[in-house]
């Protein structure tokens, strides 16, 4: 099955800065790369998505990459604020054929965003 | 997201009992999926259903089970047999065709006494 490592599993930026979390994945077939937010307690929110057939995706502050030969996805965020600090979560995952999809979790980031 | 709900926010549990957690959802999603969270491990897929009436087997199915006899509902049992039950567990649900994009419920989080 699918194995997703996440690196660094925390990070600690000064307010303004840039943050970058890795993800790798295993298995050659996963065509469908989502990233998700959570907040203490909270249920995970999706913030960005990108699907093998993309190098890059962006969408205002948020940036994801994808290097499908060396099987690796990253986040990007950019000009960062307190109300980033959460965990980060990266998944990768497969279309089933009968609906829906399958994923994989990594580990997570905790990510503190300092004043 | 805001169209999935799970019920109860907490739930404690004594060893030996089953439990059933809750999953709604009225998105008009096919797909539904049950998924564990532990700290520091991540979510894990427990149970998955792309249509009513049936139902796959994720990564961590053993001592749990499900049903799918509605469009809008995916209970969970927690049974006696799931060895190490108290965790957080969150269901989602995504369209079965186009973005496929997985929405979360809020959660319930289980303890055993």
């Known amino acids: 099955g699918e194995n997703v490592e996440q690196h660094p599993s925390t990070l600690s930026v000064q307010e303004g800065d840039s943050a970058v979390i890795k993800c790798t994945y295993s298995?050659?077939?996963?065509?469908?790369f989502p990233w998700y937010k959570q907040e203490l307690g909270k249920r995970p929110q999706l913030i960005i998505d990108?699907?093998?057939?993309?190098g890059e995706k962006k969408d205002q502050r948020i940036a994801v990459t994808l290097n499908k030969t060396a099987k690796h996805f990253s986040l990007h965020i950019t000009e960062t604020q307190p109300e980033d600090s959460a965990v980060y979560f990266c998944?990768?995952?497969?279309?089933?054929?009968?609906?829906?999809?399958?994923?994989?979790f990594g580990t997570g980031t905790q990510l503190k965003v300092e004043l | 997201d805001g169209g999935i709900t799970q019920s109860p926010k907490y739930l404690f549990r004594k060893e030996g009992q089953n439990v059933t957690l809750s999953c709604e959802q009225n998105?008009?999603?096919?797909?539904m999926y049950w998924y564990r969270q532990d700290p520091g491990q991540g979510l894990r897929l427990i149970y998955y259903?792309?249509?009513?009436?049936?139902?796959q087997k994720g990564d961590i199915a053993e001592g749990y089970s499900v049903s799918r006899e509605k469009k809008e509902s995916f209970p969970l049992t927690v049974t006696s047999a799931q060895k190490n039950p108290t965790a957080f567990y969150l269901c989602?649900?995504?369209?079965?065709?186009?973005?496929?994009?997985?929405?979360f419920g809020p959660g319930t989080r289980l303890t055993v006494l």
């Open positions: 989602a649900s995504s369209m079965k065709a186009g973005a496929r994009t997985q929405y």
């Open positions: 298995d050659s077939a996963s065509n469908y």
């Open positions: 990108i699907r093998s057939n993309v």
């Open positions: 998944a990768a995952g497969g279309i089933l054929t009968g609906g829906g999809n399958k994923l994989t």
């Open positions: 998105l008009n999603h096919d797909a």
């Open positions: 259903s792309q249509i009513v009436n049936d139902f």
